[in-house]
């Protein structure tokens, strides 16, 4: 029971973080799931936005540091299997409901 309430409370806070980042993502039109991309968006370089919005941009960046706070958090209570899973669960759905605008390898989308 414990364990299930562990794992509901950390796969809502990844939920959270992914959802806002998705969403901010969507708004500076960065494909996050590219290529170098993230490792961009966390060095502070807007070149890899398609729109101009500096604001946004650096809600995603800081949302971007959050989602690894969070994730670390997560490994350190549930353990490495249990938050990948949810993560991959969390990012098929924003996949089936962002399509390719996150952009990744086409065997991804």
Do not use: H, Y
């Not at 980042?21 to 039109?29: D, E, Q, R, Y």
């Amino acid at each position: 029971m414990v364990d299930k309430v562990r794992a509901n409370f950390w796969g809502s806070q990844i939920d959270d973080v992914m959802s806002e980042i998705a969403s901010k993502a969507a708004i500076c039109k960065v494909r996050l799931l590219d290529p170098g991309v993230i490792e961009a968006v966390l060095q502070n370089n807007p070149a890899v936005c398609g729109s101009d919005n500096p604001r946004a941009f650096q809600k995603l960046r800081e949302l971007l540091m959050l989602g690894f706070m969070v994730r670390e958090k997560s490994v350190e209570k549930l353990g490495a299997g249990e938050t990948e899973a949810l993560i991959a669960t969390i990012r098929e759905r924003l996949q089936e409901k962002l399509g390719d605008r996150l952009g990744g390898p086409p065997a991804a989308r």
